[in-house]
């Protein structure tokens, strides 16, 4: 039986070395890169790596280079080897929630911790809600979404009368969603961190992100996320983030 690799485990008692981010265009990588934006922005983390990869044109899917960072191909993956000996064998890190606490832990020097313990139980809560709810309801619709429009003549208007309505059954279930993270953010707490940003904010910007992209987010409903939105895009470290994808929600930086 073949051994499979430590991963998503540090186990130097050296710091880890310069970090490199495998990316995948259109893809949940944006959470990552925007945090290590932040961390390069803030000059915390001097540099870092990043193996950018174009999905398939026909089935979108990762090329099988990706899988050179981790076994399953996944993106974002995150490698790093021990700042006192860069030639030995990186240790993965796969999984966007997992490798954004990797950096707070190890590379963020207290930069997104929480001002109290309230704002700890609200940034965890929030990762979780993030990576669950919101982007599970996310995928359902957009899933529901693309098949018709994937779907060759002449079954596409057999299959726009299948999923078009399950996709607005779906499309239905982000309300309660999205009413509840418009209760939560007030000019107190205007992140989903609490009163600074914190590793719930980079959770929550790709499935918000891909919402708005396909129409499924109504801003003039929910002003306080819109104007959490508006303040995340025109932050430079995002900006710069978007840059390094390369192309994201299918438009070409």
Request: aromatic residues 12%; hydrophobic residues 40%; neutral net charge.
């Amino acid at each position: 039986m073949t051994s499979v690799p430590q991963h998503n485990y540090w186990g130097y008692t050296s710091p880890p070395g310069t970090p490199t981010v495998y990316s995948l265009t259109n893809s949940g990588s944006i959470r990552v890169l925007w945090a290590l934006e932040e961390l390069v922005g803030q000059s915390v983390l001097e540099s870092y790596n990043l193996k950018s990869f174009e999905r398939s044109k026909t089935t979108h899917a990762a090329p099988e280079a990706m899988k050179e960072g981790f076994r399953l191909g996944k993106s974002p993956t995150l490698t790093v080897s021990p700042a006192n000996a860069p030639d030995e064998p990186p240790t993965s890190f796969a999984e966007g929630r997992l490798i954004l606490q990797f950096l707070a832990d190890y590379y963020a020097k207290g930069l997104w911790d929480s001002e109290t313990p309230q704002d700890r139980a609200r940034d965890i809560f929030f990762q979780e809600f993030a990576g669950t709810t919101v982007s599970t309801l996310t995928s359902l619709t957009l899933t529901m979404d693309v098949i018709p429009e994937a779907t060759p003549w002449p079954l596409k208007p057999l299959l726009k009368l299948l999923f078009v309505p399950l996709m607005s059954v779906f499309k239905g279930k982000l309300v309660e969603p999205f009413e509840f993270l418009e209760d939560t953010l007030s000019d107190e707490k205007p992140w989903f961190g609490g009163s600074k940003l914190g590793l719930a904010d980079f959770c929550m910007i790709f499935p918000l992100d891909t919402c708005v992209a396909r129409k499924y987010f109504d801003a003039a409903k929910y002003p306080k996320v819109n104007r959490w939105l508006k303040t995340v895009h025109e932050l430079p470290a995002y900006q710069r983030a978007v840059k390094k994808m390369g192309e994201y929600n299918g438009v070409k930086a």
